[in-house]
Structures are given as C-alpha cells and as structure tokens.
C-alpha cells in the first residue's frame, strides 16, 4: 500500500498553556484527515505549550551544562562540550533532550514531562474534534552511535504499536525467529521529518496508509532494558 | 510537499548474475517513475544478483560464528551468540551484516562488496533505461544501542546528498551552529522499509516528492568516523 506523508502548513508559534490539538486542528481538517491516518509532532511544540521551556539566567554556555546535570539521569559519555546522557524517561540522547528554541529569545526546550501522556491527551482531544480515532506519535531528533547525522524518532506514541513483533518468521538457519522487532514508531517519525525539514518550522506532519497494527505502544517501548543494553 | 511511498510489487526471486536494473524496471514503470523520485533497494536482492551469497557447510551456528568473523574488520561487542561487529566498508551492525537468507535453502547473503558502486551501477542503468536520473539508495536493516527494535539505514548512495548539513541556523543560544546534520538517506531509507514490511518479499520502493538535494552523496558518508565516535 502507498504511504503519505503530509506536512501539516500553517501553524505558527505555540506558546505556554495553549491546546495542541486545537492548533493542528484547522492542518488537519485541511488535509482531509481520514481515519487510518497516523499524527506525527515534534515535541517542541508540545513542551512549549507544556511550559517545558526554561529563561537562560548568566552565561548560556553553563546554564545549559547546569540544565543537563538536571534533567539527566545518568552520564553515559562526555567529550569536551558533548554531554550523552540519559534522561529520566530512559531516552539516552545529546544533552539529556535540551534543545534550542526555534523562538528568538534566551530560552530552552525540555522533553515533555511525559510524552506518552503528552501523546495521548492529543490524540483523545482530536478524536473528540474529528469524530475519528488518530494515533499520534511525538518525535524528536536524535544523534546515533557509528553513524553520521541525526534522525527523527519516536519519544511519545498513543494508539499505535511502537515495536513491531515478527516472531514466527523463520531465521536464516530457518529456524523460528525468536527476536525480531521493527522500530515502526521510529520509521515513521523518520518519514515524517522529511517533509518538516529543520528550518521550515513545519511541526507536523500526517501519514496516510501506514498499515500497521493500531496496538496500545508507548515511547516507552523504544527504550532498551538497561540489561538488554551493550552500550551503556 | 507531500511525499508518496510507492512499493514495487511483483519482483520475485533474484539470482546470482540477474541485473537488478532490469528486474526493478518493469515495476518502475508501472509505477510510473518520473524525475524527482528516488529509489530504495534493500540490500538482499542486491547481494543475490552479485553473487554475496554462502552455502551452509557444516553446523549453521558455527558456519555462522566464522563467517562473522570473517566479514569482520573488529568486533565491538559480543554477548552469549550475539556478535557487534564493523565491517569493511565501516557499518556497525549485528552479525557483520550477515542476514538469513528469504530463500528456501542452506544460504546466508552477505553485505555487497561495494554497496555505493552498487548504487551507482543500478542508477546509471535505470537512467538508460529509463531516460531520466533516478538516484538510488540500497538500505539494510540495523540495530541501535539505547533503543528497541530494527530500523532501515541507507549504506549504498548515489545520486543524492546522504548527510544533510544544515549549518547557517541558528543554535540555542543565538549563535550560528557548527554542526547539525540530517541523516537523509537513512530516513528515506526507513520510510520505504514502511511499505516493504519484512515478510512481503517487496524489495523496493521509489519514494517521491522529496525535496532534499541530488548530490554526490554516498552510503559511507553516513559513516562516523572513528575518532568523532565515542561508542567504539
């Protein structure tokens, strides 16, 4: 089946306390949202209305080194100005998830304070204003070990399975698989950041004809078990 | 801009010697192909073609724990049976890149020796073939550390910018970034693995409306080198 990916025009800045659903509204309904289709927001957007968002108070430089020490959890790795760290949510990213404002002005972006919750408060309230049931993911933009550049994955997801289970395929000794899980929530996060661009304030966008499984994911579920982790 | 993930469909089996060029082209055209679009390929039907296939010999888990290391250039990590290994072309990935084979039989498919000169082989043939420039991707199917689950990466490129430097915005602080980089080809790569899924047998998909730049990218571009990874 053919998939779209349709960014959502329009939507201007958000600011503390306003209603994300009601300001992808007027996208959505312009883009004909249909049932099937799948929401996927930047967290920006998200943990500003949220009021996730912190003033720079002195230098900037060792604010920002203060904000990480606070939002992580634990170091994993730290080279000169680069703090790998991980955040409470169990996300293991650049800067405990702190991220500059798009806005002008001295401020920080945090992660949401849960984006799963963050995600599902959006997707109750857009089934309530499109008569319809629209999963949602919220994604963010993360660095990776061995590979050059950064990629969009998912940090908050409701009403979508996260990791896609293929147990039951057969392994290349064809035996049965017993681990086989696909990152569909981060694949469609990926899609979705390419018709957002980086520079084109473009916080949304719509996917239609993913076929996957409506199942009950979380962000959460894209976290690996610290004991499953050869990394950190 | 919308962007439309198309799945090729109707390509069977690949064999050693067949050009994927001509086994793509009936479904490219079907899909009506046109400037702009951009092809993913997975690696398998790649691999097959050239030949990057081993027969079984002998105890498949032993046959598998040498050819491992033979395809290795360092091992990374290794716990109980699972080996995280580089290859030599520079990816960091499970098993040296070594997969099952989808085939019935005792066969296991190999990286491409070259997976860019792959890429550029197909493309310059489908330019023949199909008078116009169709840059291509050949995505395989990675782990990460820190997070569940599979995603597709691109590690063969031609034809189109892989890493996407977006230096000139601005950072947190008002200051000018030094580095920000998207990793393009790994997106686009994991937004067809959406319509390809992993037991349908569809081993492409021509993605199109994507805006990103033609340029003279390729798979190890997305390489991080050694000393700018803190993970190896």
Redesign the interface.
Known sequence: ???????MLGIGEVNKGEDVASVLFPSLQEAGATEGDVLVVTHKIVSKAEGAVRE?VGD??AF?RALVEEQAVSIV?R?GD?I?AETKHG??CANAG????NTAG?T?VLLPEDPDRSAHRIRLKLTQMLDMDLPVIISD?FG??????????AIGVSGLT???D?RG??????KELDV?????A???A??A???MG??DGIPAALIR??G?PRGDGRGT?????VDE????
């Open positions: 089946m053919t998939l779209t990916v349709i960014p720079i900037p430089e920002k790795r080279r680069l790998i996300f293991v702190i991220d500059r404002s001295e920080v933009t990776r070990p061995w590979r050059r550049g950064l990629t969009d994955v996260a990791v896609l293929l395929t057969s392994d290349w000794s064809g086989t899980e696909i990152a569909v981060d694949e469609l990926a899609a950041d390419l018709v980086k520079a004809g993913y996957g579920d894209l976290v690996r078990p982790d050869l990394f950190r």
